[in-house]
């Protein structure tokens, strides 16, 4: 979720603990700075595009530095309110965040809840990085908790609740869209369909078709299906495959996304492997691709990182 969303819910969590939302409350001031702190991870663009997006959502959003985090924030409160109790702000301030790791789930980006043990992005593949619905609730939420004060425990239960409501009520529909794509598509396994939340479009879903000839993606939008692309599929005992596969790129996609694919082309005589990420659609293209090109001889000669390519990106070129 994006970092409002993360602080909002921050917030009504502090309420729970039957502190007023004020500035000037340790508790709420953990308990939100909390949900918030993991994405200073932003910090990583300093060195570029590709560095942040390899970091955003790593270790930071960890179970392991959302504790520390929390041990960090938390005791510098206690120091501004020594009056207070250090055990009760660092509780709260864990919970926010671990909120916000929790939350992070939510959405195709994922976040590598057990880093350094295991450097995957678990997801849940629900929503999209910020969702009006639940933006929406916890808006209403906080703006009647300030107005409402003696309320805030109940307005904030309420969000909770109303949110958890629609998010079940979006996976349940994720579910029912699967089964009527499989039907349409005539597709008997369900490890060869994937849908996800739609990139720009929060009330729809993309999908992702597997079979041993190619890869089809496409879109639901009012219930009607359309694909978009279909890709061949490649053959991974190719030799300049073989080679691309051992090459930064691929290590960066291999981390980056659990939903790519790889194709190799040949455009005057330069032979091209083609990485994309399938997660997110940018009107024409795929929002994150690369490409290696290759030698004649089958190795590598250059690996570049594209992020919205369609739109005349430079693309970052891999160094070593």
């Known amino acids: 979720m994006d970092p409002v969303t993360h602080g909002l819910i921050g917030a009504a969590l502090s309420t729970f603990s039957g502190h007023p939302i004020q500035i000037n409350d340790p508790v709420f001031l953990g308990c939100t700075l909390g949900a918030m702190l993991p994405d200073l991870d932003i910090v990583t663009y300093v060195k570029g595009r590709l560095n942040y997006l390899m970091k955003h959502r790593g270790a930071s959003h960890s179970f392991l530095a959302l504790g520390g985090m929390a041990l960090g924030l938390g005791s510098l409160i206690y120091a501004i309110y020594p009056t207070s109790s250090w055990a009760t702000i660092i509780l709260w301030t864990l919970i926010g965040t671990l909120s916000h790791g929790l939350s992070d789930l939510l959405n195709s980006y994922g976040a590598e809840l057990f880093w350094p043990f295991l450097r995957k992005k678990y997801t849940v593949d629900m929503i999209i990085v910020t969702d009006p619905i639940v933006l929406g609730m916890f808006i209403v939420s906080l703006l ?7 309320l805030a425990t109940k307005s904030s239960l309420t969000a909770f609740i ?20 499989m039907q349409k598509f005539n597709i008997t396994d369900k490890s060869q369909i994937k849908v996800l939340p739609a990139m720009y479009k929060p009330f729809s879903w993309s999908f992702l078709l597997f079979s041993q000839k190619e890869i089809r993606y496409g879109m639901v939008i009012e219930d009607k299906a359309q694909i978009l692309i279909s890709l061949p599929s490649c053959d991974y005992n190719d030799p300049s495959i073989v080679n691309a596969m051992e090459g930064g790129l691929a290590e ?12 190799l082309k040949k455009e005057e005589n ?7 990420d399938l997660r997110y659609w940018d009107r024409e293209d795929f929002l994150y691709t ?31």
């Open 144 to 150: 009647f908790s300030i107005a409402h004060p003696d």
């Open 162 to 181: 109303l949110s958890s409501g629609y998010l079940f009520y979006r996976e349940t529909y994720r579910i029912k869209t699967r089964n009527k794509l």
């Open 252 to 263: 960066i996609f291999n981390q980056f996304t659990p939903y790519y694919h790889v194709l």
């Open 270 to 276: 330069q032979l091209k492997v083609e990485f994309r």
């Open 290 to 320: 690369g490409e290696v090109l290759m030698l004649p001889d089958g190795q590598i000669a250059e690996e570049t990182f594209y992020s919205f390519k369609r739109r005349n990106s430079t693309g970052i070129v891999l160094e070593y």
